[in-house]
């Protein structure tokens, strides 16, 4: 006997989008605070943005699982998260200068994937390709991701990102 199964419901639509944007972070795993939350004893996590699910009103807050609770993390990863979540506020603030100093830091420290695609984002936002998020009602919800082809039209190609944007160094 053959049996289909049919899964419904709001969590659907939303760990299907997580699943697609995951590409354009190329973060480890994407979780939404929900699932943060509850695994919080299991796994260490970071927050790494809040988006608007296109089409939608529904706001997801992102976490990136980093590693198992009981795992100690590197001095260079503890202070890659660090400058990655001085980042984000920076971000957050629209201090996108200081946003990129951090996020390169983060990527100096660990080669954080999440980073170099912040850091492309911030110069995206620099550049005024996101004329909506650089306004003063802007509340830090990122609402461009109408996959795919939005982001990747104004961001550089999501497999790209892990490559270091031009100019970024060591020195930089």
């Known amino acids: 006997m053959r049996m289909d199964l049919h899964i419904f419901g709001e969590a659907v639509p939303v760990a299907e989008y997580l699943s697609q944007i995951n590409r354009l972070y190329r973060s480890s795993i994407l979780v939404d605070a929900a699932t943060s939350t509850a695994l919080k004893d299991q796994f260490h996590f970071r927050e790494i943005d809040i988006i608007q699910i296109h089409g939608t009103d529904t706001q997801v807050v992102l976490h990136e699982v980093v590693g198992l609770a009981g795992m100690k993390l590197s001095h260079e990863r503890q202070t890659s ?5 001085l980042g984000l506020s920076e971000y957050r603030s629209q201090n996108w200068g200081a946003a990129i100093a951090n996020f390169k830091q983060a990527v100096q420290l660990t080669q954080d994937p999440v980073s170099y695609y912040f850091i492309d984002r911030c110069r995206a936002l620099i550049e ?3 004329p909506e998020a650089t306004d003063d009602t802007w509340d830090g919800v990122w609402r461009a991701l109408d ?3 939005r982001e990747a039209q104004h961001l550089a190609d999501p497999v790209s990102v892990l490559t270091p944007a031009e100019g970024l160094t060591a020195a930089s």
């Open 128 to 130: 005024g390709r996101f």
């Open 147 to 149: 996959l795919p082809t």
């Open 81 to 85: 998260l660090m400058c990655f979540e």
